[in-house]
């Protein structure tokens, strides 16, 4: 299942080499990461707290897990995490990065949604004018299965670019 996320686009993996100190770069990084295990439940109530730092998640010496702080009326689901495991190279940390924006809810969620647009079809097939009523369960079906999609993967294309700008400057951070 992983590789075909991969291909489309929701789960991407990336390297990220930075002329660092690996556990100068855990400290640095760990000051900008608030501490939080990343479950649903501690996304409820985020945006109501204020803090300097813009993500949230899990350091430690071998690796982090994080996403990007929610904001007032954003939604978790576009919020990709980011793993990451260090090794230090000579006098490079080599950062090996997994970004994933597909969230296990929706294992659940597109089966229960084709499975819901299949009932309406074949309901709807014993309407007389039903050839006017598919061009509309499709188009409908089609932007709650795809929409999500889109804004999953737009997620992790900017959570890289994000994390490689937030490395860079927390390695030049004094």
């Known amino acids: 299942m992983k590789e075909f996320l991969q291909k489309i686009g929701l789960i991407k993996r990336t390297y990220i080499e930075l002329k660092t100190e ?7 990084l760990r000051n900008s990461v608030d501490e939080s295990n990343l479950g649903w439940t501690s996304s409820f109530l985020e945006p109501f707290f204020s803090s300097e730092n813009d993500y949230k998640g899990t350091v430690d010496n071998n690796g982090f897990r994080l996403r990007k702080r929610l904001k007032m009326a954003q939604q978790a689901n576009g919020m990709p995490i980011a793993k990451g495991k260090f090794r230090q190279k000579d006098d490079l940390l080599l950062i090996e990065l997994e970004i994933n924006g597909f969230k296990k809810a929706f294992y659940f969620i597109y089966p229960f949604l084709l499975l819901i647009y299949v009932f ?3 309901g709807f097939s014993f309407v007389n004018d039903f050839w006017v009523i598919i061009p509309f369960i499709v188009l409908h079906a089609s932007f709650m299965i795809f929409l999500p999609y889109f804004f999953m993967r737009k997620g992790v294309k900017n959570m890289k670019k994000e994390l490689e700008k937030e490395f860079v400057y927390i390695v030049n951070k004094s």
């Open 22 to 28: 690996k556990n100068e770069f855990v400290k640095k």
């Open 120 to 122: 309406f079809i074949i």
